[in-house]
């Protein structure tokens, strides 16, 4: 009969114990790799979505093009702004006066602002130090602090404020639909230092790259006025599709996209020819528009999708499905 080691069961168990600590470092090591692949991943940045109809902020990976995660916000989400510095996400609630602040790194609303108004617009100040808010109802733009949330100013503007945008010599734009105006007011005294015509009902507006030329949807007119801001004037007005709502740029900023609710079409213009050069056929009442790394993001609001478009042969690339009736007025994604 073969002799057992008495030092054999101790082997044995030294060798489990190995076994299974070897076992427990791997799982660790593999689960760091695949956490920070992961990470590098979602690094890549996001698309923010307003989901109107069910008071909810979609998240989707620029990754990937799918949605990550559904964050809960307040009762009728439409505005939406991006804080690239200090990596939130500001949306308004338009039927519970409040703004929601989204954490970007955690993806949670980490702050609610109540406010003394109704807000659709909402814009980030040049260096992340201020929010504006456009009080539709009480024709006021609201000036906060994004250190501490607090209010700072009340701003009269024109009738009922909807789009608003900061630029990076310290002015702000507020279209001001009702009045068929462009308020003008200064970062540094907080005060209305100019008025600039535009068409027939403004709503969204946006600024060129290079910030020498802000453009303007008239709902009404149909049409996009563009303001020469070194003149301080509209130069020239061009006619789009039916009802324009919102506007972005390609990446040089030589074509503006802007979508046409009631064509389901968004218009490619021609910056240096001021004229329309492709109309680009997309979802049920395409609202909120943003452009980025070769894509054109186009929010259709009944159709309940993203559609992304290649920004060179403007085919659709992924048609990704949302929540209830997706808004997304104003700038939505967040790249790094």
């Not at 093009?65 to 690239?84: C, L, N, Q, T």
């Not at 478009?309 to 659709?316: E, F, P, W």
């Amino acid at each position: 009969m073969e002799k057992k080691s008495l030092l054999e069961p101790k082997i044995n168990s030294f060798v489990d114990t190995c076994l299974n600590y070897f076992c427990f470092v791997l799982l660790i090591f593999l689960f760091a790799v695949s956490s920070n692949a992961l990470s590098r991943e979602y690094k890549k940045g996001f698309v923010f979505v307003t989901n109107q109809g069910e008071d909810s902020v979609s998240v989707i990976s620029l990754s990937d093009f799918e949605i990550i995660k559904s964050i809960g916000v307040g009762k009728a989400p439409a505005g939406i702004a991006i804080d690239a510095i200090n990596n939130f996400v500001f949306v308004s609630n338009a039927e519970d006066k409040s703004i929601s602040v989204i954490d970007a790194d955690e993806l949670k609303v980490v702050k609610t602002i109540k406010i003394d108004g109704s807000a659709v617009g909402i814009g980030v100040s040049d260096g992340s130090r201020f929010l504006y808010i456009a009080d539709w109802f009480n024709n006021r733009l609201l000036v906060y602090s994004i250190e501490e949330f607090k209010l700072l100013k009340k701003i009269k503007v024109g009738k009922a404020p909807a789009g608003v945008v900061s630029s990076r010599n310290g002015l702000i734009y507020v279209a001001n639909r009702d009045d068929n105006s462009i308020s003008v007011v200064s970062e540094k005294t907080f005060e209305v230092v100019d008025s600039l015509e535009a068409g027939d009902h403004p709503f969204g507006l946006a600024l060129n790259p290079t910030e020498d030329r802000l453009l303007v949807t008239n709902v009404k007119s149909h049409d996009i006025s563009i303001i020469n801001l070194t003149k301080s004037r509209e130069t020239v007005r061009v006619q789009v599709g039916k009802r324009p709502y919102c506007i972005a740029f390609s990446s040089k900023g030589l074509l503006a996209y802007v979508t046409n609710q009631y064509e389901d079409t968004v218009s490619v213009l021609d910056l240096k020819k001021n004229k329309i050069i492709k109309t680009i056929t997309v979802g049920s009442f395409p609202e909120g528009i943003d452009s980025s790394n070769g894509y054109i993001f186009v929010t259709n609001w009944m159709d309940e999708e993203m559609m992304v478009l290649d920004a060179k042969t403007y085919s659709v690339v992924k048609s990704i499905e949302l929540g209830s009736n997706p808004r997304n007025f104003g700038r939505f994604l967040l790249t790094q």
